[in-house]
């Protein structure tokens, strides 16, 4: 069993900033790409940045500039950093990614979601 946690969401004002964490946890071999994803109210789950095992990163060009993506390769885990936050930013963003687990099973997870909200 794998499991992905987010945490970090929560209200902010525009201009503010907020850090997501995403642990991952259970059955791991090996854990290739990360991502972060969001869905705003009544839009479609859209890939915010992602990053590979390597620390190769790649951004929306929302984001590019104001966000960044990294990950503790020993802790299992993944951050993304978020500055100069804007209401627009608002959405559920959810954390994904490949993992093979003990059993050599390659599998693609998502976690539950975590909450942001920039308004004043």
């Known amino acids: 069993q794998v499991q992905l946690v987010e945490s970090g969401g929560g209200l902010v004002q525009p201009g503010g900033s907020l850090r997501l964490s995403c642990a991952a946890s259970?059955?791991?071999?090996?854990?290739?790409?990360m991502g972060w994803y969001r869905q705003g109210l009544g839009k479609e789950r859209d890939l915010v940045a992602g990053?590979?095992?390597?620390?190769?990163?790649n951004y929306a060009a929302s984001v590019k500039g104001r966000f960044t993506i990294f990950r503790d390769n020993a802790n299992n885990t993944m951050y993304l950093q978020m500055n100069s936050l804007k209401p627009e930013d608002t959405a559920v963003y959810y954390c994904?990614?490949?993992?093979?687990?003990?059993?050599?099973?390659?599998?693609?997870?998502w976690g539950q979601g975590t909450q942001v909200t920039v308004s004043s």
């Open positions: 259970g059955s791991i071999f090996s854990i290739n790409a």
């Open positions: 990053v590979t095992s390597g620390g190769r990163t």
């Open positions: 994904n990614a490949d993992i093979s687990t003990i059993a050599r099973m390659l599998r693609n997870y």
